[in-house]
Each structure stands twice: as structure tokens, then as C-alpha cells.
């Protein structure tokens, strides 16, 4: 099945400098978001406590925020809605841990009066445990992309790598934005999203610059521009078919999944969206930016063609008894 049939190159190359334009204004963007209205850690990162409460009718926030004030360990505390307006969550900013009895037991006293409930979850977090699995998390996006760029130094050269990391900021950056505008909780589960956006935006990257490869070793007429152009316009209906398929899947997820997968499926909605974008329209053009020169790759391709040659024939004379 094919979405777009290849017959000439679309001259996506022509429109680069306006789709480059579009992508610093949404790295812009989303940095200015990060750096002003900010991340809100959930307690993965923070710590503190998450109780969540669900009753048989429409639950009573007034009553209940009335109710857990009277205590002093509730104090800060924050209730909302959890995926339906029966249920909701309570979020204490600190971990309960000096209290010697359990936190549900001391909830479900407290909210005695407000109608029939029943304690669903109750998650505890230190302050220091949070920040190692914080510290941790960053640790792990930072490991993944240091192995994408020598992995792809390595299989290609340096300009692709550049490029490809380039492209991967990119995406991370707008994701995080998108996080940072709509206000969710950033938690393990963020990070996972963004380690699997990671690896999907980097396989369709790396698609492309194998076409490009090939284009480059089979035609020596061509520029940069069109070597791109025809390896995009041959990759495209592949790329947009699968983005398509899993986009479907994540909406689902989105929809129907439920409030405890909402934050992981936003951040792949908005990871693959842009990672399919900025493989078409960011890491190819980005070769050109940075140099790239078609005569200098094609004399390495050669000098690699010649060595494996030379091995074969040393191998083939040393089966037979030559050598």
C-alpha cells in the first residue's frame, strides 16, 4: 500500500528554509515554557504523597477539602478530579513518612461523612528518593542520545550524527514544551515516553539516511538537493504509513485509556507527530547546513569498497592454498 507514488522528487529541499523557520519558533517557543511557567513534577521526581479516592456518586471537593483541613498532616494539600467526576486525587507535598499510621486509614477517617468512598491507591515518595530517580531520568535521555550519536557517527559519519542529534533536541524540546503548556505532572512515565520517542524518531531518521546513502553510491550526477529530495519522496508514503498507524493507536490510548496512561499518551501524541516532521523536514536538510560534500563522501565509500575488496581476495587466496 502506497500513499504517495513515486514518480519525481516532491522538492521538499525547496521548502526547507521555511520548514527550519517553523521549527525554531516551536524550540523557541517551548523553550520560553520551560523556563517560565516550568515543569510540575509529579511525585516521582518531587516526592510527597498520592491518595486516590473514588465514591459511588459525583464526589463532594468542597466537603472534602473542609474535612482534610482540620488535620494538620493534609495541610498543602491539593484534591482534583481524576478522569471522572467520581473519583479524585489528593496530593500531599510531603511523603507521610513520619506519620506512624497508615495515611489511607488516617483519609478514610478524615473524609468519614462525605458520602461512601473507598481508597483505590495510596503512593508514597521520600524527597531523596525523588530526586535520585529525577537525577536518574535525566541520566538515562542523556546515556540514549550519547549512543545514538556514535551509534550513527559510526554506520555513517559525523554530519549524520550532528544531524540526527539535532533533530532528536528538537523533538525532546517541543515534547517538553508540550507538557510544560499543558500543565501535567512529569513522572517516570514522561520519561519513558520520551526514551520511546527517542527511538522512534531516530528509526525514521535513520531510514532516510539510508536512502540517502544509497542515492549517493548509485548516481554521481546528482547534487545534495536532489539526493535528499528523491531519498524523502521515496521514504515518505513508508514514513507517514506508520506514523498513521501508531498516531490511530495513541489516540485510542489517549481516549480510552484512561487518566493513568493521559500524560504518557499526550507526550507520544505530540514525540511522534513532531519526530515524523522533523525526519522529512529537519535532520535531511540539516546535512547541507552542515557542510555536507557529496565528492568527499563518495571517495570515503570508495576507499571502504577497496578495502573489502582487497580482504575478499586475501581471504579467497588463503581458502585456496595461495597464501
Partial sequence: MELFRYSKPIGLMGKSKIAMAISSLLVIASLVLIFTKGLNFGIDFAGGTIIQVKYDTKAPIDEMREKLSLSPIFEGSSINEFGSPDEVVIRLKNSSESVTKDIGDITREQLQGTGKF???????????????????????LTFAI???????????EWRFAVASVLALAHDLTIAIGAISLAGLDVNLDVIAALLTILGYSI?????????????????????????IDDSVTRTLSRTVLTSLTVFIVLVTLYIFGGEIIHTFAYTLLVGVTVGTYSSIFVASPLLETLGFNLKTYRAKLSEKAAREAEKERLRAQFEQGIV
Fill in 146 to 156: 550519547i549512543g545514538i550519536l556514535i551509534y550513527v557517527a559510526f554506520r555513517f
Fill in 203 to 227: 528509526n525514521d531518521t535513520i531510514i532516510v539516511f539510508d536512502r540517502i546513502r544509497e542515492e549517493i553510491s548509485d548516481s554521481s550526477a546528482k547534487t545534495v538537493n536532489d539526493i
Fill in 118 to 140: 473507598e481508597i483505590r491507591r495510596v503512593d508514597i515518595v521520600g524527597a531523596k528518593v525523588g530526586s535520585e530517580l529525577r537525577e536518574k531520568g535525566i541520566m538515562a
